[in-house]
């Protein structure tokens, strides 16, 4: 039986160069998403001259920011981190519903990875949980899928 030719991305990060965009707000959280982030990506082979990080001051600004850079030219992949944690309020509702919309349109109008490493918990703890604490650290494994993509997207013939 004859096989599809499948076509998957590579975790080495060497040459690549990427954008980490991320929010101040909740910095206790978001401050270990980017050190989870720029740890993997190192780990991977970039070197620390082609790993840029873009500070925000909230979550729903991520977007504006990460749009700015991937129509740049200057990078691989945008790396978007930060963390939204339900309050008593709906706004919770509208700021990940935003930002998921927001990330998800700069990545399909560019034509470029933009990884969406938001954190969206119900509870500070399950935000701890997921910054390196017990369920592992989400900005580590949005640069592992940063990487892949970045990796996939030179064997789609983007670019070309």
Do not use: W
């Amino acid at each position: 039986m004859e096989e599809f030719k499948t076509h998957e991305g590579h975790l080495n990060a060497e040459g690549k160069r990427f954008a980490v965009v991320a929010s101040r707000y909740n910095e206790i959280i978001t401050s270990r998403l980017i050190s989870g982030a720029e740890d993997c990506l190192r780990r991977h082979g970039a070197r620390v001259a082609d790993i840029e990080v873009f500070r925000v001051p909230g979550a729903f600004e991520i977007s504006l920011v990460a749009g700015n850079a991937a129509g740049s030219g200057r990078f691989d992949a945008v790396v978007c981190l930060g963390t939204v944690i339900r309050g008593q309020t709906p706004h919770f509702d509208f700021v990940a519903s935003e930002v998921a919309r927001g990330i998800g349109r700069v990545s399909s109008e560019t034509g470029l990875p933009v990884i969406f490493g938001v954190v969206t918990t119900d509870t500070i703890e399950q935000a701890l949980d997921r910054a390196g604490g017990r369920t592992g650290n989400r900005g580590a494994e949005a640069a592992l899928a940063a990487i892949e993509m970045a990796t996939l997207m030179e064997k789609t013939g983007a670019g070309e």
